[in-house]
């Protein structure tokens, strides 16, 4: 389903972000990236979602090279990837209902299956009840509740969840994981950045862990330990 091939990236500045990364994530599979502030994970991740060109490398996703795709495709591309944010990043004008819609309507499905489709995926994050709320309204759990509908009503293939839960506290956190976990069962591919050690020791899960720039651990059923 993905797969990076001999890839690297350096900055403008001459920084070296990502060297010579080889790896393949299948369909289905749930992803930690880890590493130190600076190991180069969202240089991986805006790699992936073709926000940052690669130096060299192809990276393949579903069979296509994306470093291939010509620049008035990128967003068709971008859109078949979820992805949830540490802030949540919500349009504080628009209610829980209209922020999960508007994901839809951008991509112009039409109202009957926005109406069927936003109350089933707040059913599945738990916040039926909150449809009309805004989210100044909400919790920071809510928050990122509403963030995860976002991400998967259009059925992406791929979550990339970046530190989806810095922001919040253990339980909350939990809840959350249990919700990405869910979403992942479904057969959805979850590649999931963060440095939240208990997480990732407890869900034992795959973990790669990226140093200057280097995957320096790739492990099945791995924990957070990478120095
Ligand atoms: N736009 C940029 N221009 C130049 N250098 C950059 C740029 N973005 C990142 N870097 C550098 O590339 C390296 C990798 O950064 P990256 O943001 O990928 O790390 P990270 O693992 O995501 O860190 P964090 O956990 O703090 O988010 C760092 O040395 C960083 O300073």
Redesign the pocket.
């Known amino acids: 389903m993905i797969e990076f091939k001999d890839v690297s990236k350096s900055?403008?500045?001459g920084?070296l972000?990502l060297f010579n990364i080889n790896l393949k994530i299948d369909k289905g599979e749930f992803v930690f990236l880890v590493?130190s502030?600076?190991?180069?994970?969202?240089?991986f991740i805006k790699a992936l979602l073709k926000e940052e060109d690669v130096t060299s490398g192809t990276i393949k996703v579903s069979g296509k090279d994306i470093c291939k795709i010509p620049k008035r495709k990128i967003p068709k591309y971008r859109r078949s990837i979820g992805i949830v944010f540490q802030d949540f990043r919500l349009l504080p004008n628009k209610t829980v209902y209209e922020n999960v819609a508007f994901a839809m309507e951008i991509i112009g499905q039409s109202n009957k299956n926005i109406r069927r489709r936003v109350p089933f995926v707040l059913g599945m994050v738990g916040l039926s009840e909150k449809a009309k709320s805004y989210p100044s309204e909400l919790s920071g759990g809510e928050q990122q509740r509403v963030s995860i509908a976002r991400a998967i009503v259009n059925n992406p293939s791929i979550i990339i969840a970046d530190e989806p839960t810095g922001n919040l506290d253990p339980q909350t956190a939990n809840e959350i994981m249990n919700i990405i976990t869910d979403i992942n069962r479904r057969g959805t591919t979850i590649i999931m950045a963060t440095h939240a050690s208990d997480l990732v020791d407890r869900m034992k899960k795959r973990v790669i862990a990226?140093k200057k720039g280097i995957v320096i651990k790739d492990e099945e059923r791995g924990s957070y330990d990478y120095e």
């Open positions: 900055y403008k500045n920084k972000a590493g502030s600076g190991a180069g994970k969202s240089t990226l």
